[in-house]
């Protein structure tokens, strides 16, 4: 079964930039991988996603322009850049893994999950 682990998240400023990974081991067969995030009080939803095999990238429209992520195929590995961070998208940040061969937004859609890492910006 494929595991999936976060890392990188902490404390920055309002305009700041943060850069979290998530590292993937295991039986590695997802064609999409996302990215969610949760805040206090508030339902999971989907910050972003990529193709594992093409590359090709989708983002809500709360962080297009902000954030940008990549995968790097031979070391299991999807990122997250997140540039000009505001407080509201202080969360618990969680990457998932889905196999079917179109891109999902729900949280439904998504069957592998990692424990989450947070992330607070500050004002």
């Known amino acids: 079964q494929v595991q999936l682990v976060e890392s990188g998240g902490g404390l920055v400023q309002a305009g700041g930039s943060l850069r979290l990974s998530c590292a993937a081991s295991g039986r590695i067969a997802s064609r999409y991988v996302a990215w969610f995030r949760q805040a206090p009080g508030k339902e999971r939803e989907f910050v972003g996603a990529i193709s594992r095999s093409i590359g090709t990238t989708y983002y809500a429209d709360a962080v297009k322009g902000r954030f940008t992520i990549s995968r790097d195929n031979a070391k299991n590995t999807m990122y997250l850049q997140m540039n000009n961070l505001k407080p509201e998208d202080t969360a618990v940040y969680y990457c998932?893994?889905?196999?079917?061969?179109?891109?999902?937004?729900?949280?439904?859609?998504?069957?592998?999950w990692g424990q989450g890492t947070q992330i607070t910006v500050s004002s």
């Open positions: 998932a893994g889905r196999y079917a061969n179109t891109l999902g937004r729900r949280e439904d859609d998504y069957s592998t």
